[in-house]
Each structure stands twice: as structure tokens, then as C-alpha cells.
């Protein structure tokens, strides 16, 4: 992020100015303030703008994403706001948004990492090989898209090359992925691969999270392996059957 600033800590200031009132985005360039000369004792003139500007060309775009996605009061509210969000450089170069897959309010939702070309093809995620395998690994454990299991990506729009996704972009649209948990309301979340945990829990190092419970968005999260992983690395799929067990259990044990 051009101002040095983490994700985590840029969105906290985004909320924070939310908090005290926020409600648009002021001037086109961002100004370090820090950098201005000093004008001796301020004036006691009440000043007419509303709070401190926004640093940076990304907290201006995660303001208005935060805007767009608190006023979505359904899934598919969310999904027209964010096919009308035109600050997402990868917008241009995708042929659509991939909202979701599966059915809303299922007890499990699964959060990915962005469409690759099928999916920005199909404009479903998880269409292609990972995602085959993604069914497969559900099915072995009863679930599925058509009954129990909700499907959506940290980024709705392909990245160029299927490179991966930067932090400005993961930051821009956290958003629109925190409204959309809290609309399809599902009992646990399961991030696949360091991507969506970057992105939900801010930590990565999927080797070590893998299998650990963690909590956000006041939901027990579940961090497993990224199913392109385990095609590339089969050997690691022992790992993952252990992870799917876990979440049978918990789902199981589940009031
Ligand atoms: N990989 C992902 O993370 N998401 C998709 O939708 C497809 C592949």
C-alpha cells in the first residue's frame, strides 16, 4: 500500500473514520499531512469538512466498497453493488464478476482465492480442476453445493494470468466479503489456501494454520489446504481428509 500502512491496519482506520462519520471520500490525490509546513496555532474557526481525508487511493476505493456493501441488505443486493464497484483494476481486465456458488445459508460457506480462466469463463467459482476436486473432497464428507455447502472467492474478479492477488486488492474488496458471510449465514467458514486466510484472519503460513480453529466475522474458521495445492501435491491430501474430518465432527456436534 502506498502509504506503508498493513491492510489490517488501513482497514481499521477505515472504520474508524466510518465511526466518527465519514460518509464520502474527499479530493482526488491523497495528502501527507505530515508533510505539510507548519502554520503556526490552528484558527478556532470550525472547518466545514467533515474529518481527516483519506490517505490513499486504496482506503478511498475500500470506503466506498464499505459503503456499497453495508447498504446491501440481500445477496443479491451484494452482487449488483459489486458488479456497479468500478474501483477494482481487475474489473477491466475480467470478463465478469464470479459472486457465488451453492446454496445461501448452508451451514458450511468455503472461501477461495479469485477465479481462474474457467471460472471467469462460467462466472461460477471453483468450476475447473481444483474445483472438481473441491466437490469430490466435499462429497466424502456429505456436502454439497446443491444442498449444504455455499461457495464464494476473496475476489470476485480474475487477477491477469491468474497471478496472485495483491494486498491493495484483498483490502479493497474485505468489504464486500464480510457482508457477504453476514448474508449467507452459514454456521462455519472454511478458508482455502494463504490468500483467504490473508485475507479473513490476517495471517498466513497454511501449513501451520491448517486444521487449527480460528474465529472472524464472529464465526469458528476452518483453514485447510487450497485444492490446487493438493493436485500439485497429492502427498498433502492425508492432511486434508484429516481437516474435512474435523469439520464432519464439528458439524456433527453442532446445536
Ligand atoms: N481457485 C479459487 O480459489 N477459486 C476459484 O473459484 C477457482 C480456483
Not at 496555532?41 to 478511498?60: F, Q, R, Y
Request: charge should be positive; include cysteine; charged fraction near 25%.
Amino acid at each position: 500500500m502506498e502509504s506503508g500502512l498493513d491492510i489490517h491496519t488501513a482497514r481499521a482506520l477505515l472504520e474508524w473514520q466510518i465511526e466518527l462519520g465519514v460518509t464520502e471520500a474527499i479530493g482526488d490525490a491523497p495528502v501527507d499531512r505530515y508533510a505539510l509546513p507548519d502554520t503556526g496555532p490552528k484558527s478556532k474557526k470550525p472547518t466545514a469538512k467533515p474529518a481527516t481525508p483519506v490517505k490513499s487511493e486504496s482506503l478511498d476505493a475500500a470506503l466506498v466498497a464499505q459503503q456499497a456493501a453495508t447498504s446491501a441488505g440481500t445477496l443479491s443486493d451484494l452482487r449488483a453493488a459489486m458488479e456497479a464497484f468500478d474501483l477494482c483494476e481487475l474489473k477491466r481486465g475480467a470478463r465478469q464478476l464470479v459472486f457465488a456458488d451453492g446454496t445461501p445459508c448452508s451451514p458450511v460457506m468455503i472461501i477461495g482465492e479469485a477465479p481462474g480462466r474457467g471460472e471467469d469463463r462460467e462466472g461460477k467459482p471453483f468450476v475447473g480442476r481444483a474445483g472438481q476436486l473441491l466437490d469430490r473432497m466435499l462429497a466424502a464428507i456429505d456436502l454439497n453445493r446443491t444442498k449444504n455447502v455455499y461457495i464464494t472467492n476473496v475476489l470476485p474478479w480474475r487477477p491477469p494470468q491468474n497471478r496472485d492477488p495483491k494486498p491493495e486488492e484483498i483490502g479493497m474488496m474485505g468489504p464486500f466479503l464480510e457482508r457477504h458471510v453476514a448474508l449467507a449465514k452459514p454456521k462455519v467458514l472454511v478458508v482455502m489456501g494463504n490468500i483467504s486466510c490473508q485475507a479473513v484472519l490476517g495471517k498466513r503460513g497454511i501449513t501451520r494454520l491448517r486444521g487449527q480453529w480460528n474465529q472472524a466475522f464472529d464465526l469458528p474458521v476452518l483453514p485447510m489446504f487450497h485444492p490446487a495445492y493438493l493436485l500439485r501435491q497429492p502427498q498433502m491430501k492425508k492432511q486434508a481428509w484429516a481437516d474435512l474430518l474435523e469439520l464432519k465432527s464439528w458439524l456433527r456436534t453442532d446445536k
